[in-house]
C-alpha cells in the first residue's frame, strides 16, 4: 500500500467519524429527553400508545417517521467495527425494524403495545433509553 493510498483511508475513516459525532450528538440529546419525559410524565407516554392504539393513522405516522430516521441512520453510518459506530448502526437498524413493522403489522403493534401500557414497562423504557442517550452525550460531545 503507498503513502497515497493510506492518505485517503485516513481521509475517508476521519469525515466518518465527524458524522458519527454528528449523529452521536444528535442522537443523545432526542435519546435524553425521550427517556427522561418517560420518567418524568408517564401519564403522556400512556395517553400517547392509547391515542396510538385509536388511530390507524397516528400509528402509520409514527412508523413512517421511525422508518425514516432509521433509513437515514443506516445510510450514513452502517458501520460495524468501532463502538460508537457500531452503537449507531444499530440503534439505525432498530429504528428500520420497528418501523417496518408498524408499518407493515399495525394489529399486532396495536396488540404489543397494549401489552406494554404499565408502568414498570415505561420505567424500564424510560431508564434504557435515558442511559443510552447519555453514552451518546457524553461520547459526542466529551
Not at 92 to 121: D, E
Amino acid at each position: 500500500m503507498n503513502k497515497r493510498s493510506v492518505l485517503r483511508i485516513i481521509i475517508i475513516f476521519h469525515n466518518h467519524m465527524n458524522l458519527t459525532i454528528v449523529l452521536a450528538q444528535a442522537l443523545g440529546i432526542i435519546l435524553t429527553v425521550s427517556g427522561l419525559s418517560m420518567l418524568v410524565s408517564r401519564k403522556s407516554i400512556i395517553a400517547l400508545i392509547d391515542e396510538l392504539n385509536r388511530s390507524r393513522g397516528l400509528l402509520w405516522l409514527a412508523g413512517y417517521v421511525a422508518l425514516v430516521m432509521g433509513a437515514l441512520i443506516v445510510a450514513l453510518n452502517n458501520v460495524w467495527d468501532y463502538h460508537l459506530q457500531l452503537l449507531i448502526t444499530i440503534i439505525g437498524w432498530i429504528a428500520v425494524i420497528k418501523g417496518a413493522v408498524i408499518l407493515l403489522f399495525p394489529n399486532f403493534t396495536v396488540s404489543l403495545y397494549k401489552k406494554m401500557v404499565t408502568n414498570a414497562v415505561i420505567t424500564l423504557s424510560g431508564l434504557v433509553t435515558l442511559i443510552l442517550g447519555l453514552i451518546l452525550l457524553y461520547k459526542g460531545f466529551v
